[in-house]
């Protein structure tokens, strides 16, 4: 039998090369696909690569234990709230877990050296190996000729001469891989991580601030305009499509929304103890960024466990008031 590898696969370029790159060495290969509450790949396209690349696609959810890690990482975070370091370290954690499920002898990476500053340079590369319990069991195909030799290199599973030698940002070599394999339709740099978004950082900092959080809140943080309203936070959805999921979101979690009657506008969802303040707050919210008359009252409708518990007349926050209260 072939030696197997399984492939961390990401979606982009990098990874769909180094599964070319083993299938050309007739290595048998199936890929992980990580669903990361942070992530913004499309599971869907994923899918449908690994199909047309022919391997079998496995998904993995990043569960709490990687919410304990984005709350107080060991090696620290990135420019922004990326724990890229501790990230990987738990993610190949979880793929050798499966790699031993299903016969896998060694774990395949698409990782550029010198691609990422902070988790793709040599030194964090293998202390990230370390660390996971795998030095020398991570294979990662574009750049193996820059890297020490690996289990599957010196057991002679893989043809070392065979693989790559690419260093830094530049996707030249890359390129040339794609004439060479005939890729067509591949994708642009994969998802990225909502992590690295200063925005994104600054409201999960305030979402830490502030208590206990769970994959809920996470989903709430990817939509709307923030405001914290003391220990309460309102979410202001900014369109149609937004509207629709939180107001969703509001009746799975049993959470407290309001709308203004008779115009267009927000769905507004409150987290946390509100005081009736913070009610009115988000109220005036609501208004000013709905259809309603400006500077004039408009009457909300407060919903709670799914039926209309209240109606309240508000006026449009003014804009000074608004920035003091937006995260």
């Known amino acids: 039998m072939k ?25 048998r290969v199936e890929a992980v696909h990580f669903l990361d509450p942070f992530g913004t790949a499309n599971y ?21 234990e990687y919410l304990g890690i984005v709350r107080k990482p060991k090696h620290g975070y990135g420019r922004n709230m990326n ?15 499966l790699a031993r499920s299903i016969g896998a002898d060694f774990l395949v990476t698409g990782e550029v050296l010198g691609e990422r500053p902070m988790s793709q340079n040599k030194k964090a590369m293998m202390l990230i190996e370390k660390e996971a319990g795998l030095g020398g069991k ?85 939509l709307g305009r923030h405001f914290r309203l003391g220990k309460s936070k309102a979410i202001v959805g900014r369109n149609e499509h937004e509207n629709g999921r939180l107001l969703r979101l509001a009746r799975e979690q049993g959470s407290l929304w309001m709308e203004v009657k008779g115009y267009m506008g927000p769905v507004t969802v409150v987290k946390g103890r509100a005081r009736k303040g913070d009610i009115s707050t988000a109220a005036g919210l609501t ?22 518990s209240a109606t309240v007349k508000a006026r449009p926050l ?10």
Request: hydrophobic share 40%; glycine share 8%.
């Open 287 to 308: 208004v000013r960024y709905s259809d309603a008359p400006a500077r004039k009252e408009a009457t909300v409708e407060i919903y709670e466990s799914g039926r209309l």
């Open 138 to 222: 991570v294979l990662r195909p574009l750049s193996a000729r820059l890297m020490p030799q690996t289990e599957a290199e010196k057991d002679g599973l893989v043809d070392r001469d065979k693989l790559e030698a690419i260093r830094g940002r530049s996707r030249k070599r890359q390129m040339e891989l794609v004439k060479k394999f005939g890729i067509v339709n591949y994708p642009s740099p994969a998802g990225g991580c909502l992590l690295t978004d200063a925005q994104f950082s600054q409201r999960l900092r305030d979402l830490m601030g502030h208590g206990k959080f769970n994959m809920d809140d996470i989903e709430l943080l990817r």
């Open 3 to 27: 030696a197997k590898a399984l492939v961390m696969f990401s979606g982009g370029l990098d990874s769909i090369l180094a599964i070319r790159l083993m299938k050309e060495q007739g290595i």
């Open 83 to 97: 724990p890229c370091i501790d990230c990987r370290i738990y993610t190949f954690r979880k793929a050798w877990e």
């Open 44 to 64: 869907a396209h994923v899918k449908s690569l690994a199909k047309r690349l022919g391997v079998k696609l496995h998904a993995i959810n990043k569960d709490d």
């Open 318 to 327: 003014l804009q000074g008031e608004i920035s003091k209260l937006i995260i």
